[in-house]
């Protein structure tokens, strides 16, 4: 029989679905039933790819005893983090103040009024390694819920209260400076690992915001250190098994220092920020390894992620099956020697071991290696190397794949939408860029409503039922603005302009010109999150300050650009303390100290050769930030074109930037050197 959860367009919650547990998806009613029952809530609180998650579902959730005790004592509910991340903001800091740390599958008992009184994340089904089992705690938790009501009210009371009291120092509301930003670099510097790339030890994330901070320093200042740490790290990410050497994409992260063996699910989001720093890199440096990285994860996700609708799934899983019917994590990733010697024969099998670093022992489990690329080009002939990749690919591709989670997220496919333009415009690829446009497309006529309010979510083409986030509003404006640089279509700018408007009256504090994560109007939590500090992805704090910037550059709307710096105040305080962790700050810091740059290009079509030629340079142009407009003169598509005519009948550009401009060029060289001055 299946529970509450049969008909949400969850992934996560249809796994849950057939579950014996009576679960709830988060909702009003789910907390009446348990005020009406007079018991506590179970909040379980996950992501599809999730490997725990699943471990826990399978051991407790499908459990007939367990879930007979759950279903008698508590009301359980089960949410989706990346549907909710306002609901996994509030309790996943509840659990770290509680705990001091935090993870999924996240596991919080609740009183009926949603105010947390215990924490945990993954339960056994035994005691082991100092854990009680699933089943003990929640036998505990109900002895206390009936014989100790008034001390765990209390506890609750208290958690909330504290929570309340929490609220960020926000410094002194002004934009970093030079000072602010060297300091930061710095504090990177201290963190570096020089043998292996990336900051920290195990397990190792990939750093994208800070690589970004890292490029756009470098160009702004010249400090070849920062570059430096940017180059090595994204090549050491490249060669190891943290990325899929035959299908291109990054895995979540590394469990070790040596970026060998990956947590092997492959987000979007992941993948839409790599993808952008490994084209930026090229744009830098000119490297070979950066062009291909960004080409191969390009073509990961449009191959892989995208769906029948034309945006971009979230997410495929870390465990498939490995051909016996049991799932089991990296799968159908690696590789021991015999299954090379399968595809390949004896003598390819060989050089494809030295090449990917596969050996007996393994560097995985059961002998599977992870492949790599351990040493540099040249150790084997590219066109064999080409050659093997692609009839292990092939072979791979029989294999039972992992599954994926469908579901499209507004802030992702933003991300995924200015990841995939650049890219296609750097390579001269205009099918990542049309995969681009129909991402948008998808986002504007499913996501928005008539007042440009963002839905979250949607899946097989249907919307979800949860609102945006700051961080959809931010980086969807962000995938507008990059697309509206690249197509000289301004109605992308339009849009970004609507969704800036909405960061500006519904999410912004109008006293401090700090930010929250949730709009005035949303749904009331116990604690309205709000966190300036990068995760996974950009926080929403510092994309809406980038997103704010970007629009103002364009327009020269002044209260975007004031909100915009008022938000990086907290850039300063907290960029030279804890730089890994507000990398995206950073990095609009940098674009707000250049200026940034505004560049308009006008020809007299954008088929124009040379207003073709003037576009890509101004594209390819490294000042930090830098916005770009296209297209013919007096052309009412973007504000940055008007009373900009044609030079003597050519095609010309115009750089401006802190109220000041250059004299127009017609002249590519001349361009180029005014944007990586």
Same mark, same amino acid.
């Given at each position: ?356 670093? #596969? !050996?007996? *022992? $393994?560097?995985?489990? %059961?002998? /599977?290696?992870? =492949?790599?690329?351990? +040493?540099?080009?040249? &150790?084997? @002939? ?103 640089? #690249? !197509?000289? *279509? $301004?109605?992308?700018? %339009?849009? /970004?302009?609507? =969704?800036?408007?909405? +960061?500006?009256?519904? &999410?912004? @504090? ?168």
């Amino acid at each position: 029989m299946p529970n509450r959860l049969a008909h949400e367009t969850s992934p996560y919650l249809l796994q849950h679905a057939d579950n014996p547990v009576d679960w709830w998806p988060w909702s009003e009613e789910a907390f009446a039933e348990a005020r009406k029952r007079n018991m506590p809530v179970l909040l379980s609180i996950g992501y599809s790819s999730c490997h725990w998650c699943h471990v826990m579902a399978h051991e407790s959730f499908e459990d007939q005893e367990t879930a007979e005790y759950l279903n008698a004592h508590y009301v359980s509910v089960k949410v989706d983090r990346e549907e909710r991340p306002d609901v996994d903001a509030v309790y996943m800091e509840a659990v770290q103040a509680a705990t001091g740390q935090g993870g999924w599958p996240m596991t919080v008992f609740l009183t009926p009024d949603a105010e947390p009184f215990y924490f945990g994340t993954y339960f056994p089904p035994a005691p082991r390694q100092g854990m009680p089992s699933f089943r003990q705690v929640l036998q505990g938790v109900h002895q206390a819920w009936d014989e100790r009501r008034d001390e765990v009210t209390e506890v609750a009371g208290k958690i909330v209260r504290d929570l309340a009291g929490r609220e960020i120092s926000y410094g002194d509301a002004q934009t970093p400076g030079e000072e602010e930003l060297a300091q930061a670099l710095l504090g990177l510097t201290r963190e570096y690992d020089p043998q292996r790339g990336g900051f920290g030890g195990a397990p190792k994330f990939p750093p994208s915001m800070v690589l970004e901070f890292l490029l756009r320093h470098h160009a702004r200042t010249g400090a070849e250190g920062a570059l430096q740490m940017a180059g090595d790290t994204c090549e050491r990410m490249a060669r190891g098994g943290i990325y899929d050497q035959l299908g291109g994409g990054f895995a979540r992260y590394s469990v070790d220092h040596d970026w060998v063996v990956p947590h092997f699910e492959k987000m979007l989001y992941d993948n839409a920020l790599l993808c952008r720093v490994y084209a930026h890199l090229w744009r830098a440096t000119g490297s070979e390894l950066a062009r291909r990285v960004a080409l191969e994860t390009a073509d990961f996700m449009v191959r892989e992620l995208r769906t029948n609708e034309g945006g971009f799934a979230s997410a495929l899983d870390a465990d498939s099956d490995d051909g016996t019917g049991k799932h089991v994590e990296g799968a159908y990733y690696v590789w021991t020697p015999e299954q090379l010697r399968e595809v390949l024969g004896e003598q390819d099998a060989e050089l494809a071991a030295r090449h990917f670093g #596969v !050996t007996e *022992e $393994g560097t995985f489990e %059961e002998g /599977a290696s992870v =492949l790599q690329l351990p +040493v540099r080009d040249g &150790f084997v @002939d590219a066109g064999k190397a080409a050659s093997v990749r692609e009839r292990l690919l092939a072979a791979r591709s029989g294999r039972p794949a992992p599954g994926r989670d469908d579901k499209v997220v507004a802030a992702w496919n933003g991300l995924a939408i200015a990841a995939l333009a650049e890219t296609g415009a750097y390579f001269d690829r205009p099918d990542l860029v049309d995969a681009a446009v129909a991402a948008a497309d998808l986002l504007v006529r499913l996501h928005l409503d008539e007042q440009a309010r963002l839905t979250r979510t949607s899946k097989d083409g249907h919307a979800g039922a949860n609102a945006g986030v700051l961080e959809d509003y931010a980086d969807v404006a962000e995938g507008f603005l990059a697309l509206a640089s #690249v !197509t000289g *279509e $301004g109605v992308w700018l %339009e849009f /970004a302009g609507f =969704l800036a408007d909405h +960061v500006l009256a519904r &999410f912004t @504090d109008p006293e401090s010109g700090s930010l929250y994560d949730t709009a005035a109007d949303a749904e009331r939590l116990i604690r309205r999150p709000q966190d300036p500090t990068d995760n996974a992805a950009p926080s929403g704090w510092s994309a809406a300050a980038g997103a704010l910037l970007g629009y103002a550059a364009h327009t020269g709307s002044e209260p975007h650009r004031t909100a915009a710096e008022k938000a990086l105040g907290v850039v300063k305080a907290l960029g030279p303390r804890v730089p890994r962790f507000i990398g995206w700050g950073l990095a609009v810091a940098e674009a707000a100290l250049d200026g940034p740059r505004e560049v308009a290009v006008v020809g007299p079509s954008l088929d124009d050769e040379g207003t073709r030629s003037l576009h890509r340079t101004a594209l390819l142009g490294t000042a930090p930030g830098a916005v770009v407009a296209v297209g013919v003169p007096e052309s009412e598509e973007f504000p940055l074109l008007s009373g900009r005519p044609l030079v003597g009948g050519e095609p010309a550009a115009y750089v401006c930037r802190n109220f000041t401009c250059d004299a127009p060029t017609t002249e590519v060289e001349r361009l180029r050197a005014v944007l990586s001055d």
